[in-house]
């Protein structure tokens, strides 16, 4: 099976969230059962000094940025997977973000930018490709960066009898960005005039990539099932939930696997000590370190809390910072924050740092090695997520002995199991789900996880649970097969 996988972000080489971490794992274990799987991706600075080995394949010309774009070719560091890198001076060597610039706005030629990532994968997808001696049977697009692909790949081949072209499928990774762009976009990016129509590009007066991905794509997926069937009701839909019903039985639920090898605290380079399932007690050692490099006040039996995230609505970080005070001042907590985002959520988080210096610690930005720190360092992880397509970090939490407290969403309420008698007697008790996503359920749910945490016995049960659970990529990655094939000879 020959896949193109286009994304725009795909770890180590570029990362801003978890399409970064899926983009880097699952082409590797595509790979690993067979598949021929190459990456596409856009040039950003970081993304062509890391590749390895970089060849020139070819020019294209004529783009509708009146540019014209290098194709190159390379390897991924570490798994190999072959990487095609769209390198363009105009559109991507820049300094600041994939999405945004330095000061966090959008870069105001996206729709150039991902509309070339979407038609360059287009145009390799056909056997009238520029490349000649490779085109891929499925052409695998992710979130609405790469959503027009299937757009682009239905205009190309209309009327076109001779032309010989991939399947596209389309994965979700998160409804709530759509890439909506005013309508002179349609003709800026060489869309046919015709395409501008409900039953097409069109969304409520603009041009939604996310949109023409989900209208034109031969398949759909998305990142678990339980968001499958979220994204088809109007609580979650934002405001595709019509088109999304309408195609509900096609949309494949595949939960994300993790990087094991990545995420894995018996070797994980950051940790200042390593352990495993069989022996936990590393962990108190990692945590004594994170303490004292976060400033903390040094103590093994106080729970410490995390949350390494974007610091955003979705991610329910009000919710923790309403009852912050109370899970600090009465419950005796401390809490550490790593992440970015809306501007008041992250001085909320500093005032709170401020007043409490000994218990709370806010680090605001992007830091890998102390994301994993905390992962392996904090006793219990929080993630009260308002919707969750998937998330990554709540699964990191379970192979990190730190269990997570969740909401009942998405790819959380498919990968954590709540604590209760039955599930600990079953041995699949994971976590903690809160029962509603407000500040209240975020109390009690931690107030119970914090009840097992003073039991020592019990606790070691529910942290050995998450960390012996099979969370690797080879399941879903069979799970893709499955679906390419279907796709295929649909
Ligand atoms: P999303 O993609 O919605 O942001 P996920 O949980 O799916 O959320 O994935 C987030 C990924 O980004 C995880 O790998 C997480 O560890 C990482 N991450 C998020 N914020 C930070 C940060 N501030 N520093 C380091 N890693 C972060």
């Not at 709540?418 to 903690?432: H, I, M, Q, R, Y």
């Amino acid at each position: 099976m020959r896949i193109l996988f286009v994304t725009s972000e795909a770890f180590p080489l570029i990362k801003t969230g978890g399409l970064a971490d899926v983009s880097g794992s699952l082409p590797a274990a595509l790979q690993a059962i067979g598949a021929d799987v190459r990456i596409l991706i856009p040039g950003y600075p970081a993304v062509l000094d890391k590749l390895v080995n970089p060849t020139f394949l070819t020019t294209i010309s004529n783009l509708p940025h009146d540019g014209t774009i290098n194709l190159i070719i390379g390897e991924m560091p570490e798994t190999k997977v072959p990487v095609m890198v769209i390198e363009s001076a105009g559109l991507y060597q820049r300094n600041g973000g994939p999405y945004v610039d330095s000061t966090g706005k959008d870069w105001e030629d996206n729709p150039y930018r991902f509309g070339t990532l979407s038609l360059v994968a287009a145009m390799l997808s056909s056997d009238q490709s520029p490349l000649k001696d490779w085109s891929p049977e499925i052409t695998h697009c992710n979130d609405w960066q790469s959503g027009l692909t299937p757009a682009f790949m239905h205009f190309m081949s209309a009327g076109r009898t001779k032309m010989k072209q991939a399947k596209s499928l389309l994965s979700i990774h998160n409804l709530a960005f759509q890439g909506s762009y005013s309508a002179d976009w349609v003709k800026r990016l060489g869309l046919p005039a015709e395409s501008y129509q409900i039953n097409g590009v069109e969304y409520y007066g603009q041009l939604s990539f996310l949109k023409a991905g989900i209208f034109y794509a031969d398949g759909l997926s998305t990142v678990s099932p339980t968001y499958a069937k979220e994204i088809q009701t109007e609580a979650y839909g934002f405001g595709m939930q019509g088109l999304l019903t309408a195609r509900g039985t096609e949309i494949h639920g595949i939960l994300n696997g993790l990087d094991t090898h990545e995420w894995n605290p018996a070797i994980d380079p950051h940790l200042v000590q390593h352990y495993d399932a069989d022996n936990i007690t590393g962990k108190q050692v990692v945590k004594k370190m994170l303490q004292t490099k976060l400033r903390l006040k040094v103590e093994a039996n106080t729970p410490l809390l995390g949350v390494v995230s974007r610091l955003t609505h979705q991610k329910g970080l009000d919710m923790l910072s309403a009852c912050a005070e109370t899970l600090i001042t009465q419950y005796g907590c401390q809490l550490a924050v790593l992440g970015s985002g809306d501007a008041s959520f992250e001085q909320g988080y500093r005032d709170l740092s401020r007043r409490f210096p000994d218990q709370v610690s806010v680090t605001i930005g992007y830091n890998e090695a102390l994301s994993h720190q905390m992962m392996a360092g904090c006793d219990i992880f929080i993630m009260p997520s308002r919707f969750e397509p998937c998330g990554l970090n709540q699964m990191y939490g379970l192979r990190y002995g730190t269990p997570p407290v969740v909401t009942y969403t998405g790819g959380l309420a498919d990968s954590v199991q709540d604590t209760n008698e039955d599930s600990l007697n079953n041995k699949t008790a994971t976590g903690f789900v809160m029962k509603k996503a407000d500040a209240n359920d975020l109390v009690s749910a931690v107030s119970k996880a914090l009840g097992y945490y003073q039991d020592k016995k019990t606790w070691k049960k529910i942290q050995e649970n998450g960390m012996r659970q099979n969370l690797d990529w080879s399941r879903s990655a069979k799970a893709y097969m499955r679906m390419y094939e279907e796709i295929l000879h649909k």
